[in-house]
């Protein structure tokens, strides 16, 4: 039988920060797993991986929010003898309005995506990484994640935080095993994300301080797997928003936050 290959896995590679991801781990030489749903992107990075960096790209085009996604997905590395050494969950999207606004079909996409999937991934690549007493799993939350009061945010910020939490404790429980948490919490980031979304007009107006490109985000996450923090904010004013989050007075932190989400984030 031939041995297992290790690999990095990285969900949401089509586009945007989860694309910028494997770029920036592909230098690592491991063999690097690209998924999402659009199978031309996913081959068009490959091939500019391959030429780039010389190492071995495997592609799976597969619908995350689809039933049964996860084993499909755990099978096809287990044909192609891959063992998972680094997880990233990245795959995401963001949903327009208010809760009530959001049909139940919506809701659901987005708790099975980046809240059941990330965690059913974890659950099922952790024993393996236990047992070699070795590996990484990056979760990619959101400063939304951090920040109370979201209104046009409510899900979206719930299911970050939720990512946060599972990370932090995650990384608690496994750090004396050898095993690397970290759970990335960008802000405002130049993806196709907001265009998704539907709200590109309006984030143009936000000041370009906010804002972050793909590639910067995705070197400084590299760069942070390097060390032992466990959430890791990139960007001075986004680590200055996620301190003024998390230390002001709840009540004082939600009007805040508020005001500002309403503006740029509320169905309008
Ligand atoms: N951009 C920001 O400002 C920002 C800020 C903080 C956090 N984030 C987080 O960063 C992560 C990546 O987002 P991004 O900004 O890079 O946005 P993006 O450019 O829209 O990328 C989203 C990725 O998720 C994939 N995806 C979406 N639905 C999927 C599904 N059902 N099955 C499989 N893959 C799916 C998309 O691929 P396909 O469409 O090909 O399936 C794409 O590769 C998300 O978790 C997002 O919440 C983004």
Not at 108 to 124: A, G, K, Y
Not at 183 to 205: I, K, N, W
Request: glycine letters at 8%; hydrophobic letters at 45%; aromatic letters at 4%.
């Amino acid at each position: 039988m031939s041995e297992s290959r290790s690999c990095t896995l990285i969900t949401g590679a089509s586009s945007g920060i989860g694309a910028a991801l494997a770029r920036a781990l592909a230098p690592e030489g491991r063999t690097l797993v690209l998924v999402a749903r659009r199978l031309e992107r996913l081959n068009r990075l490959a091939s500019s991986l391959r030429a780039d960096h010389r190492v071995s790209v495997e592609v799976i085009p597969l619908d995350l929010d689809a039933q049964g996604a996860v084993p499909q997905l755990l099978s096809a590395l287990a044909d192609r003898g891959l063992e998972v050494h680094t997880l990233v969950n990245n795959a995401g999207f963001g949903l327009r309005g208010r809760f009530h606004q959001s049909s139940p079909e919506e809701v659901q996409r987005m708790l099975t995506l980046m809240v059941e999937v990330p965690t059913q991934l974890i659950q099922s690549l952790l024993p393996a990484m236990q047992a070699s007493r070795q590996g990484r799993i990056v979760n990619v939350a959101s400063l939304a994640g951090l920040i109370p009061g979201l209104p046009g945010s409510c899900l979206y910020s719930a299911s970050k935080a939720f990512l946060i939490r599972l990370s932090q404790s995650l990384a608690a429980e496994n750090r004396s095993l050898g095993i690397r948490v970290m759970v990335l919490c960008p802000g405002y980031v130049h993806t196709e994300f907001h265009a998704v979304l539907g709200v590109e007009e309006r984030m143009r107006r936000l000041p370009d301080l906010f804002w972050m490109e793909s590639e910067e985000v995705a070197g400084l996450a590299v760069r942070a797997l390097g060390g032992n923090r466990v959430v890791v904010v990139p960007g001075a004013v986004n680590r200055l928003m996620a301190l003024l989050a998390t230390s002001l007075p709840e009540p004082v932190a939600v009007a805040l936050s508020s005001r500002f989400s309403s503006r740029y984030r509320s169905r309008p």
